[in-house]
């Protein structure tokens, strides 16, 4: 690498393979996530900058949760955590990286059914986010602030069972979506709505949902494993009878 010693290009290096690895978690190819991480890692390590380390391990997180190795991925957030909270600084860049790491913790924490663990990195994340005035903020390709932090308690929530809530929470998240959230954050809170709505039988509300979400992030919403189980679900129940129900299942080519 031409970029020696200079902390800021690697980085930079750091955030390209960040960026390549979002790409390779998307289309679900998991070995190729896992090298990205390891060479963000590596990267990361050539900064001297701990906030490049917290997004590295967020991704590297995200590859255990991928795998459905939850408590593997949720021990990895912890530490680094407890690693970034004796990091100098406090501002937000601080804020978005270890709201970040919490909202990873979420996730793992609610799939690994753990309510405790869940309900400890919600608070400390909404916590953080009540320190960014405006918008969620974007560092290192990290998205963090109130509207992302609603969104992952929405979706710990039907991991842990509470399905009813979570379609009473998406609902006004829905009309109105968090200011500055993007359209594949958006998709996904769609997506999400779609699946607690299905979990309570509202299968009306959940294909809105996943109308929904093929509007605002029809890329995002054709290949993504949870849009397709809920739509598998309601094309199999409605089959041919509801051509909305049709026309997103051959978009998601799960008809001809």
């Not at 980085?11 to 991480?37: E, K, N, T, W």
């Not at 937000?92 to 270890?98: A, R, S, T």
């Not at 309570?200 to 054709?222: C, I, N, S, W």
């Not at 949870?226 to 509801?242: D, G, I, K, P, Y």
Request: with cysteine.
């Amino acid at each position: 690498m031409a970029s020696g010693g200079d902390a800021t290009a690697w980085g930079q290096v750091a955030d390209v393979y960040s960026c390549a690895y979002a790409v390779a978690h998307r289309f679900r190819q998991p070995d190729l996530a896992d090298m990205i991480v390891a060479r963000q890692t590596w990267a990361a390590q050539q900064t001297w900058n701990p906030s490049a380390e917290a997004a590295a391990a967020w991704n590297e997180a995200g590859t255990y949760q991928s795998a459905g190795e939850y408590a593997d991925g949720l021990a990895i957030v912890e530490r680094a955590i407890v690693r970034y909270e004796s990091a100098p600084g406090d501002g937000l860049e601080h804020v978005v990286h270890l709201g970040s790491l919490h909202l990873r913790g979420v996730v793992l924490a609610s799939r690994h059914e753990d309510a405790k663990a869940t309900a400890d990195h919600v608070r400390r994340a909404k916590a953080l986010a009540e320190r960014i005035k405006g918008p969620d903020l974007l560092q290192h390709n990290l998205t963090f602030g109130p509207g992302n932090t609603a969104l992952y308690e929405l979706a710990a929530q039907i991991e842990l069972n509470a399905p009813d809530k979570a379609a009473e929470v998406a609902g006004p998240l829905l009309k109105e979506p968090p200011a500055g959230l993007k359209p594949s954050r958006v998709g996904r809170l769609a997506i999400d709505a779609a699946r607690a709505r299905l979990a309570t039988k509202d299968l009306t509300g959940a294909e809105d949902a996943l109308k929904y979400a093929f509007r605002v992030a029809p890329q995002m919403a054709e290949i993504h494993p949870m849009a397709r189980e809920v739509l598998r679900v309601l094309w199999t129940m409605h089959q041919r009878s509801r051509p909305d129900l049709l026309l997103m299942a051959k978009r998601a080519g799960l008809a001809d």
